[in-house]
């Protein structure tokens, strides 16, 4: 059930009797923004550290003891066209402490200390904490170099987004931005978020519907205006592949592909978009694990996956730097089979049963409901039934997943080549 807080705050309740614990997350969301991401990726980093009544994290963790050993974190992320700044919170079923004690009410105030008095004096964040979290985060994303599969992916990312700034940013910011940001300018970004973004609070568990509604009724947001930034980013399509070439230390070679794919979350062929990428790379019976890895040995790793809140199919694989054209045409091939239709009944069934029981176990997360929740809010023609989703992955056909391969093209490639002897 959902519950108007304000204009644009939203309560949802989720009851259930599956967990022992009671799960919260509080969601702000804004557009996607390139200097707005770094400044929400470090807001996240000192709010999630101390508060105004909790200067330290020694004081943050006494508190947490106190919720019967809580678990709290703030973090970023994004998904197409917007930017989520998220706290979660996780805590213990009222009906197991001592009569009396209302864990959950607890965990509102503890909230709301976090939320709503961050340790901000006189218009700015204490500046010991902002410059070590400021530090702590440069130094977290300047190790991502060092990480070479996820550096590879950054830079696929950085070719295929190249008409959008906000795109290629990551949703943890960029080094640049961040280094300018003081005290003061962070402060003022805070009250802006706090009295702009559209808020979403999400919270399942075993509770009492209109119980939780009481608990946030005057939780302290204020009304705002919704903004019209849609969800999905739909990238133009390029008839000119974006190529970059790096030779770095490294003793595996990364090529890394990009495709262009204009279906989205649950539009028509979004069934069949899962089944293709299951089918491409996704699984292990999948064609560029079996043809690429295994048959031919091209590849340490070969591996797709899907953004389809940004039209992106991407292509991971670590070769030998002598084998990049040998690899390239063969994931080719492997692309030009599905879009024939070269697909056995028994690797499409395999790939349906392997699907369907990621989907099954999703259910039983806590962390994937309350996920799976919020895209229901912000996408309402995915709220449909277990049934209902079980059916439409059996429903798809080989003929559906041609026509979503004819529709993968190919967009940029990035190759992270090791330095020779």
Not at 48 to 75: R, W
Not at 79 to 91: D, K, M, P, Q, S
Request: glycine share 4%; charged share 25%.
């Amino acid at each position: 059930m959902t519950f108007e807080l304000n204009k644009n705050v939203n309560l949802h309740v989720i009851p259930t009797n599956k967990y022992k614990t009671v799960r919260i997350l509080v969601r702000f969301a804004a557009p996607l923004n390139k200097d707005t991401s770094s400044k929400r990726s470090l807001l996240a980093s000192l709010m999630e550290t101390n508060s105004l009544n909790y200067p330290d994290q020694v004081a943050l963790s006494k508190k947490l003891s106190e919720l019967y050993g809580a678990g709290f974190g703030i973090g970023v992320s994004r998904n197409g066209n917007e930017h989520y700044f998220t706290l979660a919170l996780n805590i213990i079923n009222d009906d197991l402490v001592p009569s009396g004690t209302s864990v959950l009410e607890a965990a509102v105030d503890f909230l709301k200390e976090i939320i709503f008095s961050p340790n901000i004096i006189h218009g700015s964040f204490e500046q010991e904490t902002f410059n070590r979290e400021q530090e702590n985060l440069i130094e977290y994303i300047e190790s991502i170099f060092d990480d070479k599969q996820t550096y590879a992916s950054l830079s696929l990312q950085n070719l295929f987004f190249s008409q959008s700034s906000s795109q290629r940013t990551p949703s943890f910011g960029d080094v640049e931005t961040i280094k300018k940001e003081t005290a003061a300018t962070l402060a003022s970004y805070y009250k802006e978020m706090i009295d702009n973004d559209r808020v979403d609070i999400l919270v399942i568990g075993n509770v009492a519907e209109g119980y939780v509604n009481r608990c946030f009724k005057d939780f302290g947001f204020s009304d705002r205006d919704a903004f019209s930034v849609p969800l999905f980013y739909q990238p133009p399509f390029q008839n000119v592949i974006q190529q970059k070439t790096e030779i770095l230390p490294v003793v595996q070679s990364k090529l890394n592909i990009a495709y262009h794919c204009d279906i989205y979350y649950y539009d028509d062929l979004y069934f069949a978009l899962m089944i293709f990428n299951g089918l491409f790379g996704g699984f292990p019976h999948s064609k560029l694990f079996l043809n690429v890895r295994e048959k031919h040995s091209l590849a340490y790793y070969a591996s797709s996956a899907l953004e389809p809140f940004r039209g992106l199919v991407a292509v991971q694989t670590g070769i030998d730097g002598n084998n990049r054209e040998k690899v390239l045409r063969l994931i080719n091939d492997q692309l030009k089979e599905l879009v024939a239709g070269k697909i056995s009944d028994e690797s499409l069934e395999q790939t349906k049963v392997m699907l369907k029981n990621q989907y099954l176990l999703g259910l039983d997360s806590q962390r994937g409901l309350l996920e799976q929740a919020y895209l229901k809010i912000k996408v309402p023609v995915a709220d449909i039934t277990q049934e209902e989703w079980l059916r439409r992955i059996d429903a798809v056909t080989i003929n559906d997943i041609q026509a979503v391969a004819k529709r993968v093209r190919l967009q940029a490639v990035y190759f992270m080549e090791g330095e020779r002897n």
